[in-house]
């Protein structure tokens, strides 16, 4: 059923060239001193990672939402933080394909297309996350111009980014009076909180971003006026299959790294790959991640066509995804012993990695809500 | 200007490399099928001239059927077009056959410049451009480790033993490339999708006429063995002395 077309076996691999020879290598070093590898991202681009999705008149890739899941779970084995970044950026990069106007999409995209430039997607507030709706940085429409005031929590790549997406209330409160503006770096009023100290995703920033008396001109903003909440929305569907697919391609790894360590690694005379309770432990993680994979497939191919229920397909497979990938992970950890807690073999780097995968982009309580609603709907 | 590029799909030399003993021939299955690092070379000179210059680039393999995956890369990363010769009676085919069946193949192809890798990371022989010059008659320019390509000749540097000559031809020429030319360019998704569309010839030794068809002399291969695994060696693990251990250990050879 998930037979790769040569296409995509020509896509992988040549990912997996990209990740093998520019991620992997570095990405334990990265994590260790938090370094941004912004030069990398602009190679990530030139191979077309910059914008997977969006179409080719303004530098995409034209690529399918299937395509990539397959990339992101191959540059998560070289990178899981770089992966997950690379996501987010190609997030901000697809709404503005979508929901811009022809005028916006050749202004913007090109550069980010190529990773010259980097996007940051700004929903979290400091007072609003789950419950992003009740969002209360404001847009205030001036003349020509939107005077934006707030302050954005948690942003990736804030600081680095040279573009970035900002939700902002224009109208009543809940979701129907939330709008979205694209921010270029450096308008006066924009600037940005210290780099967060986190348990992972350590190769990327994670800032505020906090605007005061920010003006952009009215064709800064992406849509209508109240349109801004659908359009962060629907841009979280696509970035939580990537997110799943980021997951997946860690777990991948630290399985086939586990597999390595318990063949050569003897005690009580004997491979420990010998001991069936081991063997079957990397059996049941082999077996979960198989599943998660065609869950995501599934979701991925349901997105790229536009089925009805695409957005509660979406919702599942970053619950399921990214909790049988931590939880394979963390074993991965425990079967590698004391080894597995050093950051030179690189399994507790994506542990923590995977971790906030279950957090951000809605938490996985919050893909319960998405499913149980829609299980509900379909039932009256 | 039409620019062929001699491709071969070789063992992945990240892995390691056998030798099917009953044949002597390369154990195909044993390791990853990849385009040879050199070839990707001799393709990015290529390239690099059509970037800026009007030129068609032509990758040419001859190999098993496997090679269209290779052949496919090689589009991916910006040729044109793929010629593929495919005959399972050239199994096991020795160099002195391979140039003249590659021969046949460019002179039905047309041309005005060949470019290969120096040799290949498999076979190493080292000739083949040469011997596929000589089947042409046109000038040989190899072990280039710079490329100069304008419309009308080659010129570059290859290294000897006692310093740099500075060699050109007129073309129609053959060159080979070292690998201090550039390396080559990644092939992004816009080029893998390309890479589909564009044609890919696939001709028999019937279709490359008599000579290359007929069987010539050929070597053979009669034994092959194993090349025994290497013994321990003497290790020296540094605790601030291992410069002294190591000339010692030089100096009771007679090495220094
Ligand atoms: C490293 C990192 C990077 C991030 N990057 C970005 C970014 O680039 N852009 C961006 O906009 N945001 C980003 N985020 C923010 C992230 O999306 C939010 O942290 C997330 O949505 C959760 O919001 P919160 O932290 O406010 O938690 P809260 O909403 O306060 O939730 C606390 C807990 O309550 C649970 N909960 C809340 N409501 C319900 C409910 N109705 N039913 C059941 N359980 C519920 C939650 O699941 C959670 O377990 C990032 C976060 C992190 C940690």
Redesign the interface.
Known sequence: MFILD??QQ??V??VR??ANRQLAPHAVEWDQAKFFPVDVLR?AG????GA?YAH?DVGG???TRSDAALIFEELARGDTTIAAYISIHNMVVWMIDRFGTDEQRRRWIPPLATMEQLGSYCLTEPDAGSDAAALRTTAILDGDHYLLNGVKQFISGAGASSVYLVMARTGEPGPHGITAFVVPAGTPGLSFGQNERKMGWNAQPTRQVILENVRVPVNHRLGEEGGGFVIAMKGLDGGRLNMAACSLGGAQWALERTVAHLRTRTAFGGPLIDQQALLFQLADMATELEAARSLLRHAASSLDRGDADAVSLCAMAKRFVTDVSFTAANTALQLHGGYGYLADYGIEKVVRDLRVHQILEGTNEIMRLIVGRAIVEDAQ | MKIVVLVKQVPDTWGARRLNLDTGWLDRGGSEAVIDEIDERALEAALAYQDSNDAEVVALTMGPDSAKDMLRKSLAMGADSAVHILDSRLAGADLAWTARVIAAALTKLGYDLVIAGNESTDGRGGVLPALVAEHLGVPLASYLDSVAITADSIAGERSTELGTMSVRAPLPAVISVTERTAEARFPNFKGILRAKKKPVTVWSLDDLGADAAASPVRSVVLATSERPARSAGTQIVDDGTAGVELAEFLAARHLI
């Open positions: 040569e296409e020509d896509l691999d040549a060239d990209f190679e030139g191979l077309g990672l997977i080719e890739s034209g690529l």
